[in-house]
């Protein structure tokens, strides 16, 4: 009985985060006064929501890591010998294997870029001067 609770807990658990993302996302979008369609083309940028996992590897592999052309199609033959899912874990793979953290100090632009403290919070623009024809500037 008591796995049984801890199974349910934690499916519970999953559903309780998923609707907090989704409250979330919508009061955002509530706020930047976008109706409902524009919140889910938003939250999905292929406008169509995948209908399997293999899916959402081919689309992570087109929008998130660019691996596949943008307008590469979901080829249901691949799907089915898994090779999104392969590929997908190939490039995460490589990404990790090449991955240093002191790779921003191995970079000497880097250190030269301005940090966001020593960008002055407000620009002093002065307004254009306008000028009459025949007016002379006194």
């Known amino acids: 009985m008591d796995s049984l609770q801890q199974h ?3 499916l519970l658990r999953e559903e309780q985060v998923e ?5 979330a996302s919508s009061v ?8 409902p369609i524009q919140q889910s083309r938003f939250n999905t940028p292929w406008v169509k929501a995948p209908e399997s996992e293999e899916e959402q590897f ?11 052309p ?3 199609k979901f080829n249901q033959l691949l799907a089915a010998k898994g090779t999104y899912k392969k590929l997908r874990l190939k490039v995460l793979a490589d990404f990790w294997s ?3 953290p002191d790779q921003q100090e191995q970079r000497p632009y880097l250190r030269h870029m301005p940090s966001k403290n020593n ?4 620009l002093a623009i002065k307004p254009p001067t306008f ?4 007016q002379s500037n006194v």
Not at 131 to 134: P, S, T, V
């Open 8 to 10: 349910l807990n934690t």
């Open 19 to 23: 609707l907090a993302v989704t409250c």
């Open 28 to 35: 955002l979008g509530i706020r930047r006064d976008l109706n």
């Open 58 to 68: 081919h689309q992570d592999l087109v929008w998130v890591y660019k691996v596949l």
């Open 70 to 72: 943008p307008n590469d």
């Open 98 to 100: 090449n991955y240093d």
């Open 119 to 122: 960008i002055p919070k407000k």
């Open 131 to 134: 000028r009459c024809r025949g």
